[in-house]
T-cell receptor, first 113, second 112 residues
Framework: DVKVTQSSRYLVKRTGEKVFLECVQD?????MFWYRQDPGLGLRLIYF???????EKGDIPEGYSVSREKKERFSLILESASTNQTSMYLC????????????FGDGTRLSIL | RKEVEQDPGPFNVPEGATVAFNCTYS??????FFWYRQDCRKEPKLLMS???SGNEDGRFTAQLNRASQYISLLIRDSKLSDSATYLC?????????????FGSGTRLQVQP
């Protein structure tokens, strides 16, 4: 079974802090994704990566950056956290072909105070 | 118009009922389709892929209608454990762009 692990289930940070969310997958998947999920808005893609050191903007990249230095790890960075970034963050990975189904981590519920 | 649209529900059905959800997509170049299931406060999990000829997995049947640009999920003999949110996912790729888009989900509540 694919295992996608997110570093924290719950996280509380303060406005203006730099926040790191980590995601690791153990199935040698090429593709990795970061989403946020908010009530009534569904899943929205923040950033994704199809290869090491490669990244592409999703639908809502503003206020975020990412890093993929190793194939198994994809980090999401909130440069200066704001209250409107309070959300559930979900990491996913998938095999190389873009149309393959994604496997999700448990999610990180991030609160910015 | 959203790229992928679903009725948010909730659909409240009794145990044993048959229930169906539709999901419409706007991009006619869409190539792959999936249904995911998401339990409350949990991550989405793949339920089934949707094939052009339609496919079945136990009590679940998925169908694709390209002409009308929608996919459907039929659940027969509903169980209490089927209560969840069902997410429709659509993949398309064309010149310079590829995207896997999630619908906002349809909530199903199966009642005893």
């Amino acid at each position: 079974d694919v295992k996608v692990t997110q570093s924290s289930r719950y996280l509380v940070k303060r406005t203006g802090e730099k926040v790191f969310l980590e995601c690791v997958q153990d199935m040698d998947h090429e593709n990795m994704f970061w989403y946020r999920q908010d009530p009534g808005l569904g899943l929205r893609l923040i950033y994704f990566s199809y290869d090491v050191k490669m990244k592409e903007k999703g639908d809502i990249p503003e206020g975020y950056s990412v890093s993929r230095e190793k194939k198994e790890r994809f980090s999401l960075i909130l440069e200066s956290a704001s209250t409107n970034q309070t959300s559930m963050y979900l990491c996913a990975s998938s095999l190389g072909a873009s149309n393959q189904p994604q496997h999700f981590g448990d999610g990180t519920r991030l609160s910015i105070l | 118009r959203k790229e992928v649209e679903q009725d948010p529900g909730p659909f409240n059905v009794p145990e044993g009922a048959t229930v169906a959800f539709n999901c419409t997509y706007s991009n006619s170049a869409s190539q792959s389709f999936f249904w995911y299931r998401q339990d409350c406060r949990k991550e989405p999990k793949l339920l089934m892929s949707v094939y052009s000829s339609g496919n079945e997995d136990g009590r679940f049947t998925a169908q694709l209608n390209r002409a009308s640009q929608y996919i459907s999920l039929l659940i027969r003999d509903s169980k209490l454990s089927d209560s969840a949110t069902y997410l429709c996912v659509v993949f398309f790729m064309d010149t310079g762009r590829r995207a896997l888009t999630f619908g906002s989900g349809t909530r199903l509540q199966v009642q005893p």
